[in-house]
């Protein structure tokens, strides 16, 4: 008896495997569609065939017609007049005509039909084709929609709960017979529920492996893998009178759905977070910077303080042109003095104010080509700092600055043109890269907009149109120099 069910048991391996391995064979989705659009172009070409053999049956029984005709008169002289020859003969070729006419109609009618069928067809195909395309890079259309991973976490804790159920319940895989084994209903029960675990085994096994693979490449090639296992394994079932339940199939989906997308909101998360943490950085670097600057600006002030305080005690006891050069020596350390008290105020309240700061528009023709922008904000005191270090050796030519707007709340401006212009983002996915394929008349018109709604800006906003880009007319100068020496490869 053992013997027998370990026979069984590698039959059934091995017919689960072939199976396998012809359903890896079946046609694809995009096939089927193919082969149904030539069918039905070949059944419009039959029926045009059908159509104008039609026409010209119904010519020919006009020819033959008048050839009676001429039989006729020659055979029985004047028996028959001329004029009822002609009234006989037109109202054959009218009866002819009408019934060409009529069938015209009727091959433009299924002409129709046929090539709008054949139309639907190709826009389904298009679609597979272009869902399959979108897919391969990574778009996908979202089945769930929690705000935060956890959400995701529970959902699949909950799911995979209810499979835990249906297999302690006995409803993940069924058998609708109940079989004896040798006259017993017991042994018949036992081996009822070995077969069943061990298709569930497979099966889970199966969508183990997907859902353990899964990606936003390959989540529908995955999702099909475990519905094929399904069909196989129901289909060998089916013998027996047995198959797993479609309530566990579809949690099992479920369950390979929610596990790429939780993978993706921690994803999601896990960049928002770096991009908190890159900001603060950024205030940090600003703020030191700034204090830097009120600390220089205070000892420069004391400075000045002290040389004023010293050259007007001079004064005091010089005469003639010593006096002037020092009264002069005052004028000009009074000034001096003055500057560094705005400096000092400019750096106190900055650093009060951490929305202070400047929204950069900024291009790179010689690496990323025409009308296309970032458009970022930096808090630092020297704004174009930051640019410098966006030129570094990460392209190959150096941004051009076309617009540093000083404002009170620079990240909300910064925000309301990266809303206005999502639509035009050059990477689609990353939103930490913010380029933008715009024109600049765009983005001055809305930095306007934002402007006249929230008044923030703190000095008039001036944008340079043209990009000096030297480096790259420079590169571009000297390659068309070596086209015209012949040195060019």
């Known amino acids: 008896m053992a013997s027998i069910l370990f026979l069984l048991s590698v039959g ?3 017919a689960l495997w072939k199976t396998y391995e012809a359903l890896q064979k079946r046609t694809s989705a995009y096939s089927l569609a193919q082969q149904k659009i030539e069918d039905a172009e070949k059944r419009l070409r039959a029926n045009e065939r059908k159509h104008y053999n039609l026409i010209s049956k119904a010519q020919q029984e006009v020819a033959d017609s008048e050839d009676r005709s001429a039989f006729l008169e020659q055979k029985y002289g004047g028996l028959i007049s001329r004029e009822d020859k002609i009234k006989e003969l037109d109202n054959q070729i009218a009866t002819l005509t009408y019934q060409r006419n009529q069938l015209n109609k009727l091959a433009e009618v299924e002409r129709q039909e046929i090539s709008t069928k054949i139309s639907n067809l190709k826009a389904k195909l298009n ?3 272009e869902k399959d395309i979108l897919q391969s890079v990574g778009f996908y259309e979202s089945k769930y929609d929690f705000g935060e991973s956890q959400g995701y976490k529970e959902q699949l804790d909950e799911i995979r709960y209810q499979q835990k159920g249906l297999i302690k319940a006995k409803k993940a895989a069924v058998c609708h017979t109940e079989w004896t084994l040798e006259g017993s209903a017991k042994a018949g029960r036992k081996m009822t529920d070995s077969f069943l675990k061990l298709v569930l085994r497979a099966f889970n096994g199966e969508c183990d492996a997907s859902i353990a693979k899964v990606n936003y490449r390959n989540v529908e090639a995955m999702e099909k893998r475990i519905e094929r296992s399904y069909e196989a394994l129901n289909k060998l079932s089916k013998i027996t009178h047995c198959e797993i339940t479609s309530k566990y199939f579809d949690l099992k989906l479920r369950e390979l759905w929610l596990t790429h997308e939780y993978q993706e909101k921690k994803y999601q998360e896990k960049e ?5 943490r890159e900001q603060m950085r950024e205030e940090e670097k600003a703020l030191r910077e700034l204090e830097k600057a009120k600390k220089e600006a205070e000892q420069e002030e004391l400075r ?3 040389a004023l305080e010293k050259a007007r005690k001079d004064v005091e006891s010089a005469t003639g042109d010593a006096q002037k050069k020092l ?9 001096r003095l003055t500057e560094a008290e705005t400096n000092k105020e400019r750096a106190v309240s900055q650093a009060q104010l951490t929305k202070l700061g400047h929204v950069y528009v900024i291009s790179n023709i010689g690496s990323f080509g025409d009308n ?4 970022g904000m930096t808090r630092r005191l020297e704004p174009i700092d930051r640019v410098k270090e966006l030129s570094s050796a990460s392209v190959p030519f150096p941004f051009d600055v076309h617009a540093m707007i000083f404002c009170e709340n620079a990240p909300e401006l910064e925000l309301r043109l990266h809303k206005k212009f999502d639509d035009r983002r050059v990477n689609k996915i990353n939103s930490r890269k913010e380029f933008f394929r715009v024109t600049l008349d ?20 001036i944008f340079t149109k043209i990009a000096q880009a030297d480096d790259y007319r420079k ?6 120099e070596l086209k015209d020496e012949g040195l060019d490869n």
């Open 372 to 375: 296309v922008y970032k458009i």
């Open 327 to 335: 009264l002069s020596q005052i004028e000009e350390l009074q000034k």
């Open 475 to 480: 590169t571009l100068a000297q390659v068309d």
């Open 304 to 306: 000045y303080l002290k």
């Open 442 to 461: 765009e983005i001055t018109s809305a930095v306007q907009e934002v402007d006249d709604e929230l008044k923030i800006c703190k000095s008039e906003i």
């Open 127 to 129: 679609k597979l084709e």
């Open 272 to 276: 928002e977070q770096r991009i908190i």
């Open 12 to 14: 059934l391996a091995v």
